[in-house]
């Protein structure tokens, strides 16, 4: 069972970064692939990106290719979305989400593949 607790969401300016982050429960941290999901208003909950278990494989949607970092600190039982160059379209409730990894290599990109989320963070972009 893993607990998932994001946090670092609010309001900030077009053209400006936040830091999000998602605190896990449990001793087997290392062994969950982790994925960053975001919904928009009137939107469906989509894939922002994903790492694997030890941080060496990443996916990012192409929208935010090159403006958006997920990275995990497995000491700390902590995952991360470092987010710069917000733009409006940006904003959305984002979660955090975790799965069991069939191999350490994975990362994962469908909603139906994780098992575990958070509750939420609202990031709101203003122009």
């Known amino acids: 069972q893993v607990q998932l607790v994001e946090s670092g969401g609010g309001l900030v300016q077009a053209g400006g970064s936040l830091r999000l982050s998602c605190a896990a429960s449990?001793?087997?941290?290392?062994?969950?692939?982790m994925g960053w999901f975001r919904q928009g208003p009137g939107k469906e909950r989509e894939v922002v990106c994903a790492?694997?278990?030890?941080?060496?494989?990443?996916y990012y949607q192409d929208s935010v290719k090159g403006r958006f970092t997920i990275s995990r600190d497995n000491a700390k039982n902590t995952v991360y979305l470092q987010m710069n160059s917000l733009k409006p379209e940006d904003t959305a409730v984002y979660y955090c989400a975790a799965r069991l990894a069939t191999y350490s290599g994975f990362y994962y990109r469908s909603r139906s593949e994780y098992g575990y989320w958070g509750q939420g963070t609202q990031v709101t972009v203003s122009s």
């Open positions: 790492i694997n278990v030890n941080g060496e494989n990443t």
């Open positions: 449990g001793r087997t941290f290392s062994q969950y692939a």
